[in-house]
């Protein structure tokens, strides 16, 4: 069964790092896009950044210049690396895989890991 893995997250200090790492495996027939996402209290669901398997990246405004998201496709594994960490980027962060599925169609599907809350706060 196809499952996305997160971790990293956790509490720290406004201009602290964390580094959130997501692993896919599983049955996934081919991963298009991973990524990050996110959802403070409150607030709708929101694109950080995300990743073509081949390295395009697409990074969200708020956190430009403060993340870096990067892959490793051997290990289908995605990565966000998060400096400069403020108390605004308080949220569950959830990794998202974009994968064709093995079907008549081969439509591309959504694929939500179960969240990693990240917290910054002094």
């Known amino acids: 069964q196809a499952q996305l893995v997160e971790s990293g997250g956790g509490l720290v200090q406004p201009g602290g790092s964390l580094r959130l790492s997501c692993v896919a495996s599983?049955?996934?027939?081919?991963?298009?896009?991973m990524g990050w996402y996110r959802q403070a209290p409150g607030k709708q669901r929101e694109l950080v950044a995300h990743?073509?398997?081949?390295?395009?990246?697409n990074v969200a405004d708020s956190v430009k210049g403060r993340f870096t998201i990067s892959r490793d496709n051997a290990k289908n594994t995605v990565y966000l690396q998060m400096n400069s960490l403020e108390p605004e980027d308080t949220a569950v962060y959830y990794c998202?895989?974009?994968?064709?599925?093995?079907?008549?169609?081969?439509?591309?599907?959504?694929?939500w890991g179960q969240g990693t809350q990240v917290t910054v706060s002094s």
């Open positions: 998202n895989v974009k994968s064709t599925r093995f079907s008549l169609s081969m439509t591309e599907a959504d694929y």
């Open positions: 599983g049955n996934f027939f081919k991963i298009n896009t």
């Open positions: 990743i073509t398997i081949g390295g395009s990246t």
